[in-house]
C-alpha cells in the first residue's frame, strides 16, 4: 500500500526552529516584563469541563469551542481562554492567599473558528491578572504590563496604541440619555460592533432596540468621535457622567506618571464583547489600524463567584502570540535565528578524536554549545561546517597539540587563533583571561587562511 498523507489541521502551525525561535523570544519578553512587575506564574490542564465556558459565557460558547465527552461521560473542552480556569483555581484555594494575588500565565488555548489573518484555531496567550484589589491602580498596573509587553519586543508609540474606556461611564451615559436599563447590554453589544458594522447599520441596530432619536443621534456622534473631549463637552451638565469619568482620568494620570501616557487614548466604542466585565477595559491595536486587536481585557468584580469563590475584584487581560508576530513582521522586529553553537571541535585524525570528545564535553559542562562532525572529514570540511554552523570558534586539536595537552582556539570572524592548554580553555574560557590577540602563535597543524581557503 501507498504510504499516507497527513496535513496539518486548518488553523494550526507547525514550529520549525526559526519560528519557534521567535516564539521563544516572544514568551522570554512576556516572562521578563511580567516578573519585573511582581507577577507569580502559574499554569492549569489544557482540557477543563465543558460547563466552566457555559458559566461564564453562555451556551453560543460552545459552538465555538473544541468539546466532546471524556471516556467518563464528562462533558469537555480544550480551553478557548484562561480567565476561567484561573478563577476555577482561585475559588478552590484564594480564601487563605495574601491579596492582592498577582499571577501571569502563558497558555495554548483552542477555538473551533474560521481562520484568518491575525486569528488561528489555536494560539500562545499571556494572561495578567491581579484579584482581589479593586482601585484603580490595579487597572493602571496591568496596563502597564500590556503595555510594556509590546515595548519591550522594539514596538513603540508610532507602532501601537492602547484605546481605554469604562463600561460603568458607558451605562451612565445610557441612563442619562433615557435608555431603559433592560436595554443597556443590548446597546453594548451594538456598540462594540459598530466599527465593523458601519454607522447606517448601526443606527439602523439602536433604532431597534427602540432608542429615540436624541438618544441614537448622540450614540452615534459617540461612536464616530469617541474622544475625551467629545465627551466631557457633550455631557459637561450631566453630574452623573462626569462622576463615571474620574475614574478614567485617575487611571490616565496613573500612567502618564510612569511615563506610558503616551501610549493611551480614551475610545468610547471600546466595550468588549463579554458581558462579564465590571468596569474600565482597554484593548491594543496597531496604530496602522491594519490588524486585529493585539490584546483585550479589563475588569471582571464578579467572575469568582459564578464558579463558587469569594466575592473578589479581579482585573486582567490577554495577549495573543498570532497577532503580535504578524506585527513584528511587519515591523522589521523578528529576530535573527541564534546560531546552532558557539564552538566548533575539530580534530585532525583519528587519533585526536577522544581527546575532542573529552574536550567537547567539558566544554559544555561549562556552558558552552559545543558542535563537531558525526563522521570522519577533513580539516577544511570540518571548518566549513563550523561556519555553517555560525560557531564563534573553532578548537583544533592535530597531533602536536594532543602530544602537548592543548588545542588551537581559532575565531571565526577575524581568523586570529593561539594555542593554549587544554585546562587553560576550560579555566579561563575560549577567549581567555586577555582574549585571543593578534599576531599571536599559529597552530602546528595549520597553516593560515580563513577556513573556506584550507584543504580538504
Not at 178 to 188: E, K
Amino acid at each position: 500500500m501507498p504510504p499516507q498523507s497527513f496535513s496539518r489541521l486548518p488553523g494550526f502551525r507547525d514550529f520549525v526552529p526559526g519560528e519557534l525561535a521567535l516564539r521563544n523570544h516572544v514568551f522570554e519578553t512576556w516572562r521578563r516584563v511580567s516578573t519585573r512587575y511582581g507577577f507569580h506564574e502559574y499554569d492549569g490542564p489544557p482540557l477543563e469541563p465543558l460547563g466552566l465556558y457555559v458559566e461564564k459565557s453562555g451556551e453560543e460558547i460552545v459552538e465555538q469551542l473544541y468539546n466532546f465527552d471524556d471516556k467518563g461521560g464528562r462533558p469537555v473542552a480544550l480551553r478557548p481562554e484562561m480567565t476561567p480556569t484561573l478563577a476555577r483555581i482561585l475559588a478552590e484555594r484564594s480564601r487563605g492567599m495574601p491579596k492582592p494575588i498577582r499571577w501571569f500565565s502563558l497558555p495554548q488555548l483552542f477555538r473551533y473558528e474560521r481562520s484568518q489573518r491575525g486569528r488561528l484555531r489555536e494560539h500562545f496567550q499571556l494572561n495578567v491578572d491581579i484579584v482581589g484589589e479593586s482601585g484603580v491602580a490595579a487597572d493602571a498596573e496591568v496596563l502597564a504590563v500590556a503595555v510594556d509587553a509590546v515595548r519591550g519586543l522594539g514596538l513603540g508609540e508610532d507602532d501601537f496604541v492602547a484605546r481605554v474606556n469604562d463600561r460603568r461611564l458607558v451605562t451612565r451615559v445610557l441612563t442619562a440619555l433615557g435608555v431603559a436599563a433592560d436595554r443597556h447590554q443590548d446597546c453594548l453589544a451594538v456598540i462594540d460592533k459598530a466599527s465593523r458594522a458601519g454607522a447606517d447599520a448601526t443606527d439602523a441596530k439602536l433604532r431597534a432596540l427602540g432608542l429615540d432619536e436624541v438618544a441614537t443621534e448622540t450614540l452615534g456622534g459617540l461612536i464616530a468621535d469617541g474622544t475625551w473631549e467629545h465627551m466631557s463637552q457633550r455631557f459637561a451638565r450631566a453630574p452623573s457622567v462626569l462622576e463615571a469619568m474620574r475614574p478614567l482620568a485617575e487611571h490616565r494620570a496613573i500612567l502618564d506618571a510612569m511615563g506610558l501616557g503616551g501610549y493611551v487614548e480614551f475610545d468610547f466604542t471600546v466595550v468588549r464583547g463579554l458581558a462579564y466585565y465590571t468596569g474600565i477595559v482597554f484593548e491594543l491595536f496597531d496604530r496602522a489600524g491594519e490588524l486585529r486587536a493585539i490584546c483585550g481585557g479589563g475588569r471582571y468584580d464578579r467572575l469568582l463567584e459564578l464558579v463558587g469563590g469569594e466575592p473578589l475584584p479581579a482585573v486582567g487581560f490577554g495577549m495573543g502570540d498570532v497577532v503580535l508576530a504578524e506585527l513584528l513582521r511587519d515591523r522589521g522586529l523578528v529576530p535573527p535565528e541564534a546560531p546552532a553553537c558557539d564552538c566548533w571541535i575539530v580534530w585532525v585524525g583519528d587519533g585526536e578524536r577522544d581527546l575532542g570528545m573529552s574536550l567537547a564535553h567539558r566544554l559544555r559542562a561549562s556552558g558552552y554549545r559545543v558542535m563537531y562532525s558525526l563522521r570522519p572529514q577533513g580539516l577544511g570540511k570540518q571548518l566549513k561546517a563550523a561556519n555553517r554552523a555560525g560557531a564563534a570558534y573553532a578548537v583544533i586539536i592535530g597531533p602536536d597539540e594532543a602530544a602537548s595537552a592543548s588545542a588551537t582556539v581559532r575565531d571565526l570572524n577575524t581568523g586570529i587563533q593561539d594555542t593554549r592548554p587544554i585546562e587553560s580553555l576550560i579555566e579561563s574560557g575560549l577567549a581567555g583571561d586577555h582574549g585571543i590577540a593578534a599576531g599571536s602563535g599559529t597552530s602546528p597543524s595549520l597553516r593560515g587562511g580563513r577556513p573556506e581557503q584550507e584543504e580538504a
